[in-house]
């Protein structure tokens, strides 16, 4: 029936040498797992049938569900899922390659339990805590397998900010003269935890220096998202 293909040669023609008996050899199944019926058949002849069920082959590759988009150093909303496929697309779903590790990793800095055993050819990473810290940009997201050999699938994926955690002085004020507006005028930039803007943070940033002199102007601005 549709979704499987029986094969090698699947027809042949006997003479009286063969004293009616038909012997196939190097016949195959691929495609979709399922039952199907074999049919033999021969004209003018009553058929003959046999029913069979094909399991899976071999792994062959691995697919990768992982989040486009992530929020830096914060748990993934959705952690990154892993079938174990075979060459036709069917789910890997007994034997010791379906029960194999299967590991995470990423060109950007990963953290979390990034290694875990399938379970019936499948690896769902929730509750494992990845997360990835690093600056703003496009990275890569790997999922990789070692049996039957070492196979991989990669996603794209974007860090975007995460939450303020720091200040950090971006345009260094200069020309200290007294009693003399700076030359250059700090400006301070609100950051993640890898340095990162954080361009929605609102809220009050201030300004101040040691006893003995003091801050002419405005020390204290408050942020809002716009700014």
Same mark, same amino acid.
């Given at each position: ?20 008996? !038909? ?11 399922? &039952?199907?019926?074999?049919?033999? !058949? ?8 046999? &029913? ?75 509750? /494992?805590?990845? /997360? ?8 890569? @997201? ?8 070492? @196979? ?6 974007? @860090? ?29 930039? @609100? ?21 003995? !002199? ?12 716009? &700014?």
């Amino acid at each position: 029936g549709s979704g499987a293909t029986i094969t090698g040669t699947t027809s042949l023609t006997l003479s009286a040498s063969d004293e009616g008996v !038909a012997t196939f050899s190097g016949l195959g199944l691929q495609g979709t797992i399922g &039952d199907y019926t074999i049919t033999a !058949a021969s004209n003018g002849l009553t058929s003959a049938t046999q &029913d069979i069920t094909l399991s899976h082959g071999a792994a062959y590759s691995v697919v990768l569900t992982s989040p486009a988009t992530v929020t830096n150093d914060a748990v993934f909303g959705t952690q990154p899922s892993v079938e174990i496929l075979d060459q036709d697309g069917n789910r890997v779903t007994t034997g010791s390659q379906s029960t194999q590790t299967v590991t995470i990793t990423s060109t950007a800095t990963l953290t979390g339990t990034a290694s875990m055993n399938a379970v019936a050819g499948v690896a769902n990473f929730t509750g /494992k805590g990845l /997360k990835l810290t690093d600056t703003i940009d496009d990275y890569s @997201i790997t999922a990789t397998i070692s049996s039957p050999s070492t @196979i991989s699938d990669t996603n794209n994926i974007s @860090i975007s900010f995460g939450s303020a955690t720091k200040l950090a002085i971006t345009t260094q004020a200069a020309g200290f003269v007294n009693r003399t507006n700076f030359t250059t005028q700090p400006v301070v930039t @609100i950051q993640d935890v890898s340095g990162n803007t954080v361009p929605n943070f609102i809220g009050d940033v201030e300004l101040s220096i040691g006893s003995g !002199a003091t801050i002419t102007g405005t020390t204290s601005l408050t942020l809002s998202a716009s &700014d």
